[in-house]
């Protein structure tokens, strides 16, 4: 019987310092979309507290991809800026 790790980690990838950038690019421009999608949703209904029984779901869900998303451009951009640092300190040495 042949068996294969059933979850695969990209730490023995590497990713070009360029495509991650791409990818933030990309990230960061649907965090300003999905803002805009808030703000659209909030001034549609007037509500725009979100401790408010009657905040709409949209927007609530929205807030919450939202905050999914700034924690991922955070995590690759501390990466991105280890794996820079390293590079700079390994051609130093």
Known sequence: MNMHPRYVTARNNTVP????????????LA???IEADIAAEEGR???FDQSDARYPILAKSLNE??????GTIATLEQRLTKKIQHKV????A
């Open 17 to 28: 310092d360029s495509t991650v950038s791409k990818i933030l690019t990309e990230l960061v």
């Open 31 to 33: 965090c300003q979309l």
């Open 45 to 47: 209904t007037g509500i």
């Open 65 to 70: 991809r939202h905050d999914n998303l700034k």
């Open 89 to 92: 300190f390994s051609e130093a």
